[in-house]
């Protein structure tokens, strides 16, 4: 990982002033600092650390830069001041970091429907993401360390193809997607939700950005369709998220896990318990498989389930409805 103090070094001559910093409490990945100067400048400075996409916790570092810069061009993302060796230099978005109690709140859903949609309308990302592939690389790396996989969680997989077969049968283009909503990565500056932290960023299903926020602030049903129709303009596609959240629970489950396992310094240096979050999200993937209207869904995907009056299957999501200029 690039030293702080080279990279504070760099900033310093590029603003042509004196600079400090403050350590900013955020991410479990890389190292975030702010950084101001007497003149009431104030931007970030996010320090990337290789280990992370070594680890496959994120996408190469190269190319996280290169998606926070496109995320910034689509008008959602931090604009991109000055790029430096494993470092960005960032805007400082002057606003109020969300919570899951906000992400939850009726009062927000639109604002952060309208984040995803311009984020999902901009430039194409470098990289591509799929949850299924996701997991089948943490669980590979599971398997070669030999780090901790929850009792049980393997006998879960062939449900896990089913719902990807479900998916298969009528899947929409990909966006570009942030795939990693923790409620922390939104950040409303009073006018519009803006969106930071690159780290998984990649062209994919758009549903399965919705259904990733769900999943971070634990939405029940009726959430999880305000947010669908908030995006699409209707609940169509509501099924197809609510599968990705249970996919979202259930792949970062083995997040944790490898982030433990094989990043220990980082895991010993904060203050989080992954054991713990890891249990949570494999608990809630397990309430949700063993639900009676589970397979509901399922055919609700695949397109099998009539609606009341016998109408034809539901259509193949589409895009959402143009943004308001």
């Known amino acids: 990982m690039p030293d702080l103090g080279s990279a504070l070094e760099l900033v310093t001559a590029w603003a042509g002033r004196p600079v400090t910093h403050t350590q900013i409490k955020g991410g479990l990945s890389h190292r975030i600092v702010r950084v101001d100067t007497e003149a009431g400048d104030r931007w970030l400075l996010r320090i990337l650390d290789p280990r992370v996409s070594a680890a496959g916790l994120g996408i190469p570092l190269d190319m996280e830069i290169v ?172 099924a197809r998220v609510q599968l990705y959240l249970i996919m979202s629970n259930f792949t970062w489950t083995l997040w944790f896990s490898v982030h433990h396992g094989l990043l220990t310094e980082q895991a010993a240096a904060a203050d989080f318990d992954y054991e713990a979050e890891g249990a949570d999200k494999f608990a809630q993937a397990v309430r949700d498989l063993d639900d009676p209207g589970f397979g509901l869904i399922i055919d609700d995907v695949r397109g099998r389930r009539r609606p009341a009056g016998g109408a034809p299957p539901l259509p193949t999501p589409t895009a959402p409805p143009p943004l308001a200029p």
């Open 67 to 238: 998606n926070t810069v496109r995320a910034a061009q689509a008008g959602v993302g931090a604009d991109v001041l000055l790029r430096l060796p494993g470092a960005v230099l960032l805007e400082y978005i002057d606003g109020v970091t969300l919570d899951a109690a906000a992400v939850r709140d009726p009062a927000m859903t639109d604002g952060i429907a309208q984040a995803c949609r311009r984020l999902h309308a901009g430039p194409r990302f470098a990289t591509d993401f799929s949850i299924f592939r996701k997991l089948d690389e943490l669980l590979a790396l599971c398997h070669a360390h030999g780090l901790r996989i929850p009792d049980g969680y393997e006998d879960r997989l062939p449900t896990v193809a089913e719902i990807e077969a479900a998916m298969d049968v009528r899947r929409p283009p990909t966006v570009p997607c942030h795939n990693d909503l923790l409620p922390e990565n939104f950040i409303f500056d009073g006018s519009a939700v803006r969106i930071v932290d690159y780290q998984l960023s990649g062209n994919n299903d758009p549903a399965f950005e919705l259904g990733d926020i769900a999943a971070e602030a634990d939405y029940d049903p009726e959430m999880v369709r305000r947010l669908t129709r908030a995006y699409f303009g209707d609940e169509d596609p509501a």
